[in-house]
């Protein structure tokens, strides 16, 4: 029996170090019918060079001319891989290790429902190997994103299947059909939320999103940038969470964005003693640049 072909669709920006150990991990993958595709987000030159010497004949590269940001940049892998005839199409963030039998699990859980549309594995921390960093979840209306299995040791969850609502675009192994009848990622997020919004529309179009913890992956989490939270981030998860919220649920809206702003102004109490005064301006920029209806990539000048 032919084994169906799966695109891996890895987004570079700047990180070819990650991206190399990703590939290297990949090599021994024991599922073998699958291409790899990776897109870089218009990285530094000197990426760019190293990219084509060491793997321009092993992989497809796709150069962007500008920094399509998660969204846009894995919407151009997604079509490539379509347009190759993929059956499958895996989306892989660049700073993660596999382990070899990760994908042909997950390729096997296609089998047990014909309603799956989207199957991702357990992943864990690399640098904690036996504690989750994420395993999916449910999305909060009030909140205005998704919430997840996450920092807990691998003994305190079952080690079962489950049915979630969301999981991280972290990785995703997601069904051709899937995108004929969703379509691709919403490219007005740029950065953050993109996968919880295409996690709900897959789940309001009757597909079901599973996560199997016998597929594993190891997600290189930089700590320390966590318990700092650049203001990057911050920017985009808050502009971004007033957007989902508005376009999926709007009748709801009104209190999604009281509790979210209930919530900033909570924080900014608490960063006005602690001296943080440009997460102040970042979240009032995120507000004021959602009203203007100002998304996808941001002028990110904050004072």
Known sequence: MNQPLVYIVILNWNGFKDTSELLESLSEVTYRNYKVVIIDNNSLKYEVEQLDKNYGDKTHIIYC???????????????????????????????????????????NKFNTDSKSGVVAPRINYFNEPNKIWTEGGKISRIRGSGFAVSDKLETEIPQTDRN???????CMLIKREVFRNVG???????????DTDFCYRLNKAGYKIYVTPRS???????????KNFSELPLYYTTRNRLYFAKKNFPAFFPLTSLYIYTVMVVKSCIWIFTDKFKKISTVRKAFKDFRLEKMGKTDFNIK
Do not use: Q, T, W
């Not at 979630?164 to 972290?170: E, H, I, K, Y």
């Open 184 to 194: 691709l990622f919403d490219e007005r997020y740029f950065l953050y939320v993109e």
């Open 216 to 226: 594993k992956i190891y997600h290189k989490v930089n700590r320390s940038a966590i």
């Open 164 to 170: 979630v609502n969301f999981v991280s675009g972290c």
């Open 65 to 107: 001319e500008e920094n399509l940001g998660f969204s846009g940049g894995n919407n151009v892998g997604i079509k490539y891989s379509l347009e190759s005839n993929a059956d499958y199409i895996l989306l892989l963030n660049n700073d993660v290790i596999v382990e070899p039998n990760f994908l042909e699990i997950l390729l």
